[in-house]
């Protein structure tokens, strides 16, 4: 048997980092080599163990010697962080998988920029469910005409600082692709007073913030007497960490490009740019 990949995480103290440590012994093939924290966090110098890690390693906030002995990184670290770790994994040349959302358009771009050297997963969702109902999504707006009205709706903790969550917005995205149009054109995120009758093929968004929702995403085609609803909800955040973790074993030794878990899933690779 080979030698396992060692894989640095990115961001390691918050949620989905703790969930990357509880899933990764069910990787033989990925080893943790380094686990990296903001320069401020009151765990740095201390064991990743006591994070939930299964191996003795020190938290440290220097990307660069993370990167070193890594072959892929897993950022799920503050969208500001973003730029400066596909920085040190394009001169590091390791490649990077970005479960991180609510980046701005700098940031994006500075994404782009990354994956022009080394391989890059961007994915606003790395659940295998949520990637199998955008498929299902674009399948259902491809059949479906405007006569179909589209809601999208979210609903997520009290905590969550963007809105609509990038995975809801990804599915507005992938139906108004379908279609023919955009989301700039077609997409509803805000009723409030007299609103008039619903614009013909408006792309509605509604969304849920409170207690300590995971996830939960229903995507809604209500048409001439009958409704079609694609359901997701996320239990917890095991998901995401086993799709992330399947990325950073897929994405290893990929040419430079941008990638999203459709391609890692195999679902074709999508029409639609990447977003987070």
Known sequence: MSEPNGIAILGVTGRMGRALLAALPGFEALRLVAATASATSEWLDKDVRALGGHVALTVSADVRAALQH????????????????VRCAASAGVPIVIGTTGHTAEQRAAIMEASGHVPVVLAPNMSLGVNVLLKLAELAATALNADYDVEVFEAHHRNKKDAPSGTALRIGEVVAQARGTTLEADGVFARH????????GAIGFSVFRGGDVVGDHILTFAGPGERIELT??????SGFARGALIAASWVIGKPPGLYSMQDV???GASKLGVRS
């Not at 007073?193 to 013909?200: A, F, H, I, S, Y």
Request: proline residues 12%; without cysteine.
């Open 70 to 85: 890594a072959k892929v990184a897993v950022d799920f670290a503050l969208p500001a962080a973003t730029p400066f770790h």
């Open 193 to 200: 007073g007299e609103t008039g009758p619903r614009p013909r």
């Open 232 to 237: 997701h909800r996320a239990h917890d955040r």
């Open 265 to 267: 899933l195999g679902l």
